[in-house]
């Protein structure tokens, strides 16, 4: 474990319009918001805290083309090249002649891909999977409470009064900053 | 920011706040069943006990249980197994296609819907299963090399699209709904006090905390599963339409299947989530979540989809007539007038005719009168099948072969052991899932929440 060098508050508000009003004048001030617990998805969040936008439609494109191409492949291989046959007078000579039958297929293993693929990519992006501990630190975050982690560097009464001013209704630190402590380095070495 | 035009009615009825909205979803799960609901789940369970029984009799003793015969070599198998699929249609309507049309009425029903569709969909699949014969040889339906006793899999075949068309819809339907779930069992997570219960939501929950990046992730996925699911339905009962349609039989030889179908499939798909969502708002008193408005709109979509389907009724025969090929309007002619004229026009009456009264305002907002036409709608799309298959069949090419169909009572077992199953699934479905997208609902709160709508005006 790194040694913290900052403290770390956690700030509850029990409204989604108040605590994205705070975000602005938090930011503005300096501190850095490390993470935001909503019960819900709070529209314009992300901008507030300047997240970069989510490339989760692109992986369920780039999975699509995978999709695609292996349902092409599949039936190439099967129909015309392996054992092709002549079914119903309908004979396998080339791809591209029986293509129009194969349409249902390739559509259906694009979708396939793309969904399956890009939820599996969702789960390991956000580090989700059964049975792991809850993410949220107070478990009033999936019902109606809005938190936010603030990490500052000393002044802790200043963002205090901040958030307060903002409407905050519960403040905690959670994280003290450490001091460099030879002991503790010793005690992970 | 929350503004609302106040001409739309309120989506969330009663004073809620956010908590409100949790402590109703889990309301369900954290109190004993009422009595109703017992009562309904045992007759559900013995159905589908009765079901179990046949299948088991039509596994050991083979196809022969059945009512078929050489001209009718197909009948309520194939009839139930496109009747299910279709009523699996609408859930994904709902969460997919009303998601991408920013409809903002479909976050209370969705999650039902979609609970609805999968529990379908297994009832469907169910039916070619036993239809083999050798269950056990099912692995042959998937692309395995010829070693394995049998050629490669037919590409080409309408057969063979449906197994990936219906798996494809099945698993995909089934993250979809999950991934929504996770957030709502997390709540519950949250707020259980058995630990038991606990445990069993923190693996549900996958450890969902709601980072706002998550939801971020969470909210493009929603929305490109949507825009997956939504070509995805309607493949699946174009795909399921031409397992008649490709073949050369007078009756199902029609290029106006798909989109036929398709509306068919809505149509009876709506009934159902009309049915079930009835009978739950009053057992868990969801009242002030699905409202007489929610259930209007889906009457409006009923009505819609029923006059759909009642026109390809009529161009059906028209084109059967225009054809000029005598098989054809024979075709036509026997199924309205021959010796199963009665499913015919049962199939009328209540596809074409009974959504009709919904042109009435004060009909569409009866739950009585709407619990009534989404059950007679599901006899009449039930028929639909029938029809289609059966009378398209038993008048085969040599007068000699003609023949009627009468099911045995596997059959009918069968048949019922499905409903059963599907009920029992729906009814724990109901006891121990948040049946409310309570997550997303909490994002309409103050824009159509009946309060807040209230504020707002003043």
């Not at chain 2, 037919?154 to 089934?174: C, E, G, H, K, R």
């Not at chain 2, 339905?233 to 008649?244: E, K, N, P, Q, R």
């Not at chain 2, 009328?348 to 009909?363: D, E, G, H, I, R």
């Amino acid at each position: 474990m790194a040694n913290k060098s900052k403290s770390v508050i956690s700030v509850l508000f029990n409204d989604d319009d108040v605590m994205l009003k705070s975000i602005k004048p938090i930011r503005e001030k300096g501190y850095n918001i490390r993470e935001a617990y909503t019960p819900f998805p709070v529209h314009g969040l992300d901008h507030e805290l300047g997240l970069a936008r989510t490339r989760m439609a692109i992986t369920a494109f780039i999975f699509g083309a995978i999709g695609l191409a292996v349902a092409i492949a599949l039936t190439y291989y099967t129909m015309i090249s392996d054992w092709p046959q002549n079914i119903g007078g309908k004979p396998s000579f080339s791809w591209g002649e029986n293509m129009p039958a194969f349409v249902p297929i390739m559509f259906e293993m694009t979708v396939f891909f793309a969904a399956h693929l890009m939820v599996w990519t969702y789960f390991v992006r956000n580090g989700m999977y059964p049975g792991r501990k809850a993410m949220n630190p107070d478990p009033r975050t999936t019902d109606d409470m809005f938190m936010l982690e603030i990490e500052f560097d000393g002044g802790e009464d200043e963002l205090r009064q901040l958030l307060k001013d903002q409407g905050a209704v519960e403040i905690n630190l959670v994280e003290k900053a450490e001091e460099e402590s030879p002991e503790l380095e010793e005690a992970h070495a | 920011m929350h503004y609302e035009s106040p001409v739309r009615e309120p989506l969330i009825t009663g004073d809620k706040s956010y908590h409100d909205i949790t402590v109703d979803v889990a309301k369900p799960i954290e109190t004993n069943a009422p009595r109703s609901w017992w009562i309904a789940f045992s007759v559900a369970l013995i159905a589908f006990l009765w079901g179990i029984g046949c299948i088991l009799y039509t596994i050991g003793t083979g196809i022969g249980t059945w009512g078929l015969n050489k001209t009718v070599n197909w009948a309520w198998d194939i009839t139930n197994f496109v009747w299910w699929v279709g009523i699996g249609h609408a859930g994904t309507l709902i969460s997919a296609v009303l998601l991408l049309f920013r409809q903002k009425w479909r976050m209370s029903i969705n999650r039902s819907a979609e609970a609805m569709t999968i529990f379908a969909v297994v009832q469907a699949a169910l039916f070619p299963l036993i239809h083999m014969g050798r269950p056990w040889l099912a692995y042959y339906v998937f692309p395995i090399p010829n070693q394995f006793g049998s050629l490669w899999v037919n590409f080409n075949s309408p057969l063979l699209w449906d197994v990936f068309a219906i798996s494809t819809y099945f698993s995909v339907s089934l993250v979809f709904w999950y991934v929504g779930l996770i957030p709502d069992f997390a709540m519950l997570r949250d707020r259980a006090i058995n630990p038991i219960q606990k445990h069993i939501y923190k693996i549900l929950s996958f450890g969902w905390g709601g980072k706002a990046k998550h939801w971020q992730r969470f909210e493009e996925v929603s929305l490109v599963l949507a825009g997956l699911a939504t070509p995805l339905v309607l493949s699946v009962h174009t795909i399921v339409s031409m397992d008649f349609a490709t073949s050369v039989i007078p009756g199902w030889h029609t290029t106006i299947f798909p989109p036929y179908f398709v509306a068919g499939a809505i149509f009876s798909g709506f009934a159902m989530v009309q049915t079930l969502l009835i009978i739950m708002r009053k057992m868990f008193k969801m009242e002030d979540y699905i409202t007489i408005q929610h259930i209007e709109m889906m009457n409006i979509i009923i009505m819609v989809t029923g006059s759909i389907v009642g026109i390809a009724y009529i161009t059906e025969l028209f084109m059967a007539w225009y054809s000029g090929v005598e098989y054809e309007q024979y075709a036509f002619l026997n199924r309205a007038t021959g010796p199963y004229w009665w499913a015919y026009w049962s199939m009328m009456t209540c596809n074409v005719f009974s959504p009709q009264f919904m042109w009435f305002k004060k009909l569409r907002t009866s739950i009585m009168f709407t619990f009534i036409i989404s059950i007679v709608v599901n006899i009449g799309m039930w028929f639909e099948r029938f029809v289609i298959i059966v009378t398209s069949l038993h008048r085969d090419y040599l007068p000699s072969s003609w023949t009627m169909f009468s099911p045995s009572f596997v059959d009918i077992g069968i048949f019922i052991g499905t409903i059963g199953f599907f009920f029992v699934l729906f009814l724990l479905y109901a006891r121990s899932f948040p049946v409310i997208a309570q997550a997303e609902l909490k994002t309409i709160l103050k824009s159509s929440g009946e309060n807040y709508k209230k504020i707002q005006e003043k």
